[in-house]
């Protein structure tokens, strides 16, 4: 009983790609096969003492995936579960190798005990499977696998149609987990937001909802589909961060996952990607940095994204969660090493997200109020992908959208300019002087 168990969870928890995911189909199985068993020892027991005992153990476990990534928030030793899952996952093998062990035993003496009455009964019960049970298990079976069926069609990815191919919308948002300030789940909320906005390329912010306390969704996949959009997951679950993804309307060429320098806080995830933008190479960073308390790990996060944007030789977009304020020291240090420009330096009302780039030409600025769907706003920037590396960026500012071509316009859906922040809750609408256009 030891090798599923063991085999399984080993794969699962130390393997990538379709490797792990055979290990947890292998323990997932095998675990399926115990619930006969189970459910048998749990009828012959105390009921209520079981299942009193059973939620127990149950909350225990889920409290345990908490701990272990949220070590920087929780009490009670929270620095010392820190990335310990692998502990945590053995202790759940250990749990369900005894209980096999324990199910092994009483089905041993209970075959002792009742051999010459199964054997008297045992062509009755042949019979009764055959002509009975497994054609209802078959019937359960077929049912399962047609929704799967539904969903086997290829993914039909959108294909933006613009005027000008070279530009494009980036757009950066803090999506916590599609769990709104209510904590109602809003996963088609936020799909509509992002959508209506028109971005081409998404980076998002606390996304992995891959946890049993936000009940294991795939949320970035489910937005791959909901979207029509290319996406990239992050760094894994089991990497013990919050999560950062992609979604591009464009094909990602590739894609490397980072875990940014964290000694003293919770571990920083980081995207970086190339973005075949209507045959345009462009790179791509998305970020969730410290807080604003782990002074040396945003320092240090800071130094190892400069070193990234850096060595970008492609037009480049940073969507980033920085957590300092502008012009302060990371800000400065990831503009200055990284060459990059802040999409709207006169913008000193942020203090989490920014958008930087690099030879690119910057066409608008916009915030987006989050409406209670989030605790962060929305931001998105405009740009255009220049022909030459002679061509000049915008310099000049205006909020007059007279002045700027039609296709360049933010969506009217969140209204026009506005110069102080919303509040309001329900209602996504420009905030902080924006929409703001670049001419030359």
Partial sequence: TALPILGGGLLLYYTDSFVGFAGGLILGLYVFSLWPYIIQAVIGSPSARTMTLAMFIYIVWVLAAVWVVAYNFVPFGGELAREKTGAVAVLVMLAIASLAFFIGRERGSSDK???????????????????????????????????????????????????????????????????????????????????????????????????????????????????????????????HTWGAALLSKYPIIKSEHHLLPSPEGELAPAISATVNISGHLTDFVIVHMGNDGDDLDRKLQAEALANILANFENPAVFLGYVTSQPFSRDYKHLVKTGNVKDIDSTDLKRWCQYIFYKK?????????????????ETQLAKFRIPESPEEKDHERLTTDPAKIPQRIHFPAMFGSYYEYSHASWGRHQYQDKTPKYFLP
């Fill in 113 to 239: 005990r009742n051999v010459l009455k199964r054997t008297e009964s045992i062509g009755a019960d042949r019979r009764f499977f055959a002509y009975g049970t497994r054609p209802v298990l078959i019937l359960i079976v077929l049912l399962a696998l047609s929704g799967f069926a539904v969903r086997y069609e290829r993914l039909e990815y959108q294909k933006p149609l613009k005027e000008e191919p070279r530009e494009f919308t980036a757009m950066i948002w803090t999506i916590h987990f599609c769990y709104d300030n209510k904590g109602w789940p809003s996963f088609e909320r936020a799909a509509q937001l992002i959508n209506n906005t028109g971005a081409d390329v998404v980076g998002l912010l606390e996304t992995d909802a891959s946890r049993p306390f936000l009940h294991s969704h795939d949320l970035t996949m489910w937005l791959e589909e909901r979207l029509g959009m290319y996406a990239d997951f992050g760094p894994a679950t089991k990497k």
């Fill in 360 to 376: 690119l030409i910057r066409l608008g600025y916009a915030r987006i109020s989050h409406g209670g769907l989030s605790d962060t």
